[in-house]
């Protein structure tokens, strides 16, 4: 959990409680469980947004969220 929310803040992502913000907008909400975590990822960047939910169980499924995250960023910032 920690080297997630450290990957995302290397991304510029603000920490704010359970979540992270993108330019004041909440672009991602971490539910630490027991076992995995499930994480809700924004579809666009909007104040309101539509959410995607994930479930990460090892070290592969968080790096392939980082990616993810990356590549929406990337797109985020094109679409603005």
């Known amino acids: 959990m920690e080297q997630l929310g450290r990957a995302l803040r290397d991304l510029k992502l603000s920490a704010r409680?359970?979540?992270?913000?993108?330019?004041g907008r909440r672009v991602?909400?971490?539910?630490?469980?027991?076992?995995?975590?499930t994480v809700r990822v924004a579809r666009?960047?909007?104040?309101?947004?539509?959410?995607d939910t994930l479930t990460l169980k090892s070290t592969p499924d968080q790096r392939k969220l980082i990616d993810d995250i990356k590549k929406r960023l990337d797109r985020w910032d094109r679409e603005e």
Not at 17 to 23: A, K, T, V
Not at 44 to 51: F, I, K, S, V
Request: hydrophobic letters at 40%.
């Open 28 to 37: 991602l909400e971490l539910q630490p469980e027991a076992t995995q975590i």
């Open 17 to 23: 409680g359970n979540g992270f913000e993108l330019r």
């Open 44 to 51: 666009r960047l909007a104040l309101t947004p539509e959410w």
